[in-house]
């Protein structure tokens, strides 16, 4: 069964830094693409940042110079380093995965459970 398991959310103070991380496991034929995904309370989930196998970084406009993804492909994994975090950045964040399964060659998106971050003084 695969699955995504997310690490590294926390308190942080205004200004501070996390990185979080993501590995995918078990039964996966191929990852078209791994990111992140927030959400606040009372809105809809919303895109961070996503790396597409040989494609084009996408990130959204409020984390621009602020956040960084990183994948590794052979590891199945995917990072987000995020700096100069402000109150507005606390959300839950989740990890996605488009994939191919190993057992069924069929398109499948996957999430993680989501991990809490919070900036605050």
């Known amino acids: 069964q695969v699955q995504l398991k997310e690490s590294g959310g926390g308190l942080v103070q205004p200004g501070g830094s996390l990185r979080l991380s993501c590995a995918a496991s078990?039964?996966?034929?191929?990852?078209?693409?791994m990111g992140w995904y927030r959400q606040v309370p009372g809105k809809e989930r919303e895109l961070v940042a996503a790396?597409?196998?040989?494609?084009?970084?996408n990130y959204a406009e409020f984390v621009k110079g602020r956040f960084t993804i990183s994948r590794d492909n052979a590891k199945n994994t995917v990072n987000l380093q995020m700096n100069n975090l402000t109150p507005e950045d606390t959300a839950v964040y989740y990890c996605?995965?488009?994939?191919?399964?190993?057992?069924?060659?069929?398109?499948?998106?996957?999430w993680g459970q989501g991990t809490l971050v919070t900036v605050s003084s």
């Open positions: 996605n995965a488009q994939l191919v399964v190993l057992t069924t060659f069929r398109n499948r998106e996957v």
């Open positions: 078990g039964g996966i034929f191929r990852i078209n693409s």
């Open positions: 790396v597409p196998s040989g494609g084009k970084t």
